[in-house]
Every structure is written in C-alpha cells, then in structure tokens.
C-alpha cells in the first residue's frame, strides 16, 4: 500500500510539472566523430583475420548521422509517445502503477527516453521514489531546455550498448566496423533494443535473446505503422552480419603498442591500416590453450606466458601472456619481468666456450664463500644443498649445478658475461656480480627466449618481430618491417652449447623430455628461482624456440616441487609436439669449426683402449685434448694416435 501511495503521489506532482519546451544548443561531451574511419585489421602471417584494433576514445554523433531508421526504431520500442510527452509519460506511469500494484513493489516501467538519459547521465540506478522524483524532475528540465531531436542526439551518445561500447559510435565500430550513418535497417533492428539490458541484448550475445529481442522492436514497429508486416519479414530472414570478437588479444595489445611506437598515440584513433603479423594463427590458438590447461592442472591461482620464435627471422609465432586474456589483459610474455634462476646458465657455458674452456673441463663444486663487504659472505649453494664433486662442464650444465657455474662466472669475469649477453640481446647489470649466474636479474620471457635464438640458429640473433608489414588503406601503401639479424656468437660456440643443452632433456633437470628428444633434435634449459617462486624452460630445435614461465602474479613460494622441470616443461612439450607434429625432424647443422673426439669423460682427456667408459665431445678447433687419459692404463706414447682420434666433417 505505501508503495502504490508513492506511485500516485509521484503521477500527481509529475502532471504538475509538466510545462512547455524552450530548446537551448546541445554541447557536445565529446570531439566530434571523424567521417571516413575505419579501423585497424590484423591478419596473421597466412593472411588469415586475426582481430582489431579500435580507438578507445569516445566520439560524439550528430543525429543527422544517425540512421533515421534506427531513431524510429528506438522510439518505437523504447516511447512510443516521446514527441508528444514533456519528459514523462503519464500513460506510461499509470501502466506502470498497476504493476506496482501487483509485484507489490516499484517497477522501473514508465520511463521515457529523457528519462533513461538523465539516469544514464547523472543518476545512480537505485530503485527508490526518491530517484524517481528526481529524475522526473531532471527529465522535465531537459525537455525545457532542449528539443526532441537534441534530446534523441545526447540519448545515443551516452547510452551503453554492452562488452564497453559507449554511445552510437562505439557501439557501430564494435559490432559492425561502420560508422553510424552506415548502418543498414538490419543493423540497427537489433542496435535498437540493446538498451533495455545491454549484457543480455548486444548484438554478441546468445542469439535466441538478441534475435528475440529485435523482433519485439520490428512488431512494435508494424503496430505503430512505422514499417509494413513485409518489411518486418524481410529484415528478420536476412540478419545482418555481426564482427565477432577478435582473437589473440594479448597479442594484438601488443600489435597495437609497436603502432603507436612507429607512428604515434594518434595512430590507433584515426585507423585505416591493414597490418600482417607474424603470427600463425593456428600456432597462436595452440600455446593458449596449452598453456590455459597446463597451468589450471596445476593450479587456477597460478599465471603463465609462452613465447614462440621463428629464431631464424625473429618472427613471434605464438605470444600467451596469461591463462585468460578476457579476464586479465596484463601481457606477462613481453611485460612481466621476473629472476630467470637457471634458464640463464646457458648463456655463462657459452660465454666460457667463447673464452677456450670446453665441455669435457673438469671442476669441482665444493663451496665457496665470497666476500659481499660489510663484513657478509656469500656461499652459494647446489639445489637440495648436495655435493656431487668433480664434474665436467656438461655434466654440470645438465644437472643445473649452482656452485660451478657461479666459479665459472667468476673465471671468465662478470664484465665479460654482461657484455656476453647484451651482444644476445639480454641486458644485465654487472652490479648484480656473481649472482648473475643464478639468475637473479629480471628479465622478460620475451628477452630470454630471443637471446636463445644465436645458439639454435648457429650464432644469429634475431631480434622479435611481431609485425611483417603494413598496408595503409588511405594512402595504398605498404611499409616492410625486414627482420633484423645479425652475428652475434660463433657457429662453433652456439653448436657445442647445443649438444650440451641436450643432455638437460636426456639425464639432467628436464629428464621428462626424454622421449620428446629422441623423437626429434632438441635442447632446452630448466630455471627455478628461490623459494620456488618461478618456473621457467625454454627449448628450441632448429627451427623453433620455445619459452614457458608460470608463477603467482605477485611472486610467492609454490611449495617444493615447483621446479621448472615439474611446472614449465610439461606444458612445453605439450605445445611442441602440436606445433611441431606436421615438421620433419632435423638435427642441428655441423659447423666446420666443430671436431669430434672420443675422451674420457671422468678425466676430459682423450680415452685409450683401457677406459671403461668413453664418449664422443665436441670441441671448437684448437681447443680439444692433446693428451690422453692417464687413469686408465697406459697411454700411447705416439703423438700421431692424437691426430687420429680427431673427427672432422666431411
């Protein structure tokens, strides 16, 4: 009863309100909507539709650019009696009543356009008398000062049509790529009745509610004789065709970013660029769904990002930066930066191969305490605190040995590796000294699987590309985007790495890629930081490069066992073996600075008869054993054996 008493107070003060307008100019919110737009489309490298890019700005609509059609039609459905009502609808309101009356409650019917407009524009959407008040109020102000189609132009571009299309022209570029006064009668049946609930109603969403709907506005329509029972039929069996949504969008932020990097902010608002990227789009919908599956298996409060390069050009294949790009935009492949831990090692082994030191060399890892100043120590220590002694640098690098790579570090110099590794396209900063080799300087997933790409390719460095060239529709022309390759590393050094990092897939920390390596040539790096707080593995074959890292967004411990051999090369296998299965398998090419030996791998000298365990190393020219092993049995005096235990390639 209060409720009904409420409504009628509101019906009687509402009729003495009411008075007649006197139309003031309309001062547009926003800039004017440029005509001719349109927007910027991204393919993938096939050619093949990837997405958009659209403006973020929003545009005001002059009503002589909105379809008269679709004001009609808005009318209809929305108040049939606009222009004949000074901003309330005394009919609506008395239909309105009776369902207070029978929902016992206050309803929302009854609300005219300049209504909606003003609750749109200034008013919360609380259901109270008291806003109702107001808004009538304020509708009737509006009808004073404006006219009917001043009134119609501020209601368009300010309504929301949904998925953060505000006004007209956003919401004609999101799901039809036009501008307003392009829109068919088709496309604005269904524009035309998004308002009454925009999540339910958009034109992307589920099509029996959004055809349902437009089919309320087109009956409405014929029933006010706006349109003939022919035209409504016509309209509803040829539905218009509706942009679905972009794909890759983390990848496209980045496109759209690399844009505005070339040409400036402006880029993105004026549009009218057809941009291929070096993206394949079948690859791309791989590494997301592998990574998305890989990552919930373990846990949905973790993240993740994959990182796919052609290392010969340079070209990005496949960039996820997170497990869902609709519900969190951060890109974590190319922003975040975070402790590589381990996955850095391989570049300190190449560096020291650069420098003559060479797979078989033997070094122990017993500790070392190292002077920090201010009286503190430091004394890095292996995974798990074990000792293994004297190991070979590739038995070292396989098994991810913390204590010899940091004496390492210090025996070639951190100037050096720092220098090393920004010719890799890695900066680090020498401050971090030592540490450096267990990776405690933050990096990009991005960075790290580029600097990978000299020792998959025999020693160029392709520096990532995402866009291949550019086609400006107004203009009709195109810009190249060439890759950008340079030497950087030996072939020799990049090639003796390469069959080091392939033990760490056969015994060493990323031994569950066994049989992935024996089905085809590959080599890869594990990396855990302290407190297991990221998991890391990059691996490559010679025609693909592939990085992985999952962790929190804000770094915290996942509990032993969240190693990047557990965590990171699981679901690294996984895209590899989808995006690699149409491929043939091939080995990595044989520089003709590269020499085969068989030695002793106990000792690092060349085996004699009497070794019980030999193997074949490979050795930059001129750095391989002279002399032969002396722990098993007699050496042969003749030098000229030395020679012949030499292979070269053909």
């Known amino acids: 009863m209060k409720t009904f008493l409420a409504a009628v107070l509101f019906l009687v003060l509402a009729l003495a309100l009411v008075s007649a307008a006197a139309a003031q100019d309309v001062t547009p919110a926003y800039p004017p909507l440029p005509s001719g737009y349109s927007s910027i489309r991204v393919f993938d490298n096939q050619g093949r539709f990837v997405g958009r890019i659209l403006p973020e700005k929003r545009y005001w609509v002059s009503i002589d650019r909105i379809p008269f059609f679709l004001q009609r ?3 209809a459905v929305e108040d049939a009696r606009f222009f004949e009502h000074g901003g309330i609808d005394v009919r609506g309101i008395a239909r309105a009543l009776v369902k207070d009356v029978v929902k016992g409650r206050l309803a929302e019917g009854g609300s005219t356009i300049t209504q909606q407009l003003i609750k749109n524009k200034y008013l919360s959407g609380e259901k109270t008398i008291e806003r109702k008040f107001e808004e009538a109020r304020l509708a009737m102000e509006f009808e004073k000062k404006y006219s ?5 132009e501020m209601y368009f571009n300010e309504i929301y049509y949904g998925n953060g299309a505000w006004g007209i022209a956003q919401a004609a570029r999101l799901y039809f790529d036009k501008n307003p006064e392009e829109l068919n009668e088709a496309e604005c049946a269904l524009l035309a009745g998004v308002q009454k609930n925009p999540a339910r109603y958009n034109p992307l969403g589920k099509a029996t509610y959004v055809t349902g709907r437009r089919d309320v506005v087109l009956k409405r329509m014929v029933e006010l004789e706006m349109i003939t029972s022919r035209q409504r039929q016509k309209l509803q069996s040829n539905p218009p065709a509706i942009i679905k949504p972009g794909q890759a969008q983390q990848y496209l932020t980045h496109v759209r970013g690399k844009l505005i990097e070339r040409y400036g902010a402006d880029i993105i608002e004026q549009g009218g660029l057809e941009v291929t990227t070096a993206m394949d789009l079948n690859l791309q919908t791989q590494a997301e769904q592998a990574l998305r599956d890989g990552v919930r298996r373990i846990s949905p409060e973790l993240q993740g990002a994959l990182v796919c390069l052609d290392p010969i050009t340079g070209d990005v294949l496949a960039a996820a930066g997170g497990v869902d790009a609709a519900a969190n935009s951060y890109n974590r492949a190319f922003s975040a930066r975070r402790q590589p831990g381990s996955s850095i090692k391989p570049l300190i082994y190449a560096a020291a191969l650069e420098k003559g030191y060479t797979a078989s060399s033997i070094w122990d890892d017993t500790p070392v305490a190292y002077n920090r100043g201010n009286n503190e120590t430091w004394k890095p220590l292996n995974y798990g605190k074990e000792r293994f002694g004297e190991l070979s640098l590739r038995q070292a690098l396989a098994h991810s040995n913390n204590v010899i790579t940091v004496k390492l570090l210090e025996a070639i110099g951190v100037p050096y590796f720092t220098e090393f590794t920004g010719k890799m396209g890695l900066p680090l900063r020498p401050q971090n000294g030592l540490s450096l080799a267990l990776g405690t300087d ?24 995402t866009i291949v060239r550019i086609y400006d529709r107004r203009r009709q022309t195109w810009t190249e985007n060439p890759p950008l390759v340079a030497p950087v590393l030996s072939p020799a050094v990049a090639f003796v790495t390469t069959q080091m990092l392939k033990d760490v897939m056969t015994y060493g920390t990323a031994k569950g890629l066994r049989k992935f390596s024996q089905e085809r040539p590959a080599a890869g790096k594990t990396g855990t930081t302290d407190d297991y707080r990221d998991a890391w593995f990059v691996g490559y074959t010679p025609r693909m490069v592939t990085g992985v890292w999952v962790g929190h967004d804000k770094p915290r411990p996942g509990g032993k066992g969240f190693t990047g051999g557990a965590v990171a090369a699981p679901i690294w296998e996984r895209f590899m073996r989808k995006a690699l299965a149409s491929k043939p398998a091939v080995d990595f090419a044989k520089p003709d600075m590269v020499v085969s030996v068989s030695i ?3 000792t690092g000298l060349l085996a004699t008869a009497d070794c019980p365990v030999k193997r074949e190393e490979y050795y930059i020219a001129g750095t391989e054993p002279s002399e032969y092993c002396h722990k098993h049995g007699e050496a042969p005096p003749q030098p000229d054996k030395v020679e012949a235990a030499v292979t070269t390639p053909p």
């Open 148 to 152: 009917k189609k001043q009134i119609l």
């Open 600 to 602: 002793d791998p106990a």
């Open 442 to 465: 933050e990096v990009s997933l991005s960075e790290l699987v580029t600097a990978y790409t000299p020792l998959a390719t025999g020693g160029l460095r392709s520096e990532a590309r």
């Open 73 to 75: 039609a808005v009318v």
